[in-house]
């Protein structure tokens, strides 16, 4: 529906403004020049779609989910939610990717420890788009980046002023509000995790390097699009050499998301996803915004708003 929004107001305004007398040709060069200009957005949007379907297949995800669940005993799980989410929005670069695997796991341990879904649900919420706003491949980040024309570092800092006073005060809601109920987790349960995700990967800990590296390259300032791409390159080759996956198998999984068959079910549903094509429609959604955009500065319509409003 946001697409066909966009494309409809796209039309409407070229129609506008061929009536106040603009050329189409004029009108299409505007619309391509700010679609060249943010092309980044597009390529980071499709590789954070990879990357997360690449980094599930090499056993990478796995892996920080392997050991999450190590800590995951005799801890607060609300305030573990809480820092758990954030923490992996900010290496997956996606607050929406962070919901759909850990959060889902999370969800069903708080199940197990009658935790009111709705009190853990917004824990995991919260923790995945407080983080995924500073994340150095969150294609927010970047397009905030493009369009102020700043360093990722700069960017950082400047956020860092109010986010670092909403996780600490956020920390220590959910840390008291967790307190009162169960403080052990089913352990049952993450052993079934872990041993199913062991059988289904090759797991070591040093695949906890690999997100290390990507965030450490984007804070030295390399291009995200060079960073992500590598990223994507390494973590199949990993996937071909030591998960013993086909390059075929290699390429599907890049466009078309992973699906991992554990045997378990809820396993599967939590180390399944990502993939470029589904995201797609969220590469032309932005791309609609981006030429209406480009239309209505270009035609100084924005100008004359708001210095009605000022």
């Not at 993939?275 to 209505?296: D, K, N, Q, R, W």
Request: proline share 2%; charged share 10%; hydrophobic share 55%.
């Amino acid at each position: 529906m946001l697409l066909i929004a966009f494309a409809v107001a796209n039309i409407l305004t070229i129609l506008f403004l061929l009536k106040k007398g603009y050329k189409l040709k004029n009108l299409l060069i505007m619309m391509i020049d700010g679609v060249i200009e943010c092309k980044s957005i597009f390529y980071i949007i499709l590789l954070m779609g990879a990357t997360i379907s690449i980094w599930l297949s090499s056993g990478i995800v796995p892996t920080i989910i392997y050991y999450g669940f190590d800590y995951l005993k005799d801890v607060n799980l609300l305030l573990a939610a809480f820092l758990g989410t954030a923490i992996i929005s900010f290496v997956m670069g996606t607050a929406c990717g962070t919901l759909s695997t850990i959060g889902i796991a999370l969800l069903g341990m708080g199940a197990g420890l009658k935790i009111p879904a709705h009190i853990l649900l917004g824990a995991i919420v919260s923790g995945s788009f407080i983080a995924d706003k500073i994340a150095p491949i969150s294609s927010l980040t970047n397009l905030t980046i493009q369009i102020t024309g700043t360093k990722f570092w700069y960017y950082l800092k400047a956020s860092l002023f109010t986010l670092i006073p909403t996780i600490m005060v956020s920390s220590f809601v959910y840390a008291f509000i967790g307190a009162k109920y169960s403080t052990s987790v089913d352990v049952e349960i993450i052993a079934k995790y872990r041993e199913s995700i062991s059988q289904g990967f090759v797991i070591t800990p040093y695949f906890l390097l690999f997100p290390l590296l990507v965030i450490i390259l984007a804070f030295i300032g390399l291009n995200i699009v060079y960073n992500m791409s590598a990223g994507v390159v390494i973590a199949s080759f990993i996937t071909i050499i030591i998960q013993k996956n086909g390059f075929v198998q290699v390429i599907k999984t890049i466009l078309w998301g992973y699906n991992a068959q554990t045997g378990l079910d809820s396993l599967d549903a939590l180390i399944s996803g990502g993939g470029a094509m589904p995201l797609l429609e969220v590469v032309f959604i932005v791309m609609g915004s981006v030429t209406l955009s480009s239309l209505l500065e270009g035609a100084h319509l924005l100008k004359s708003l708001t210095e009605t409003i000022y």
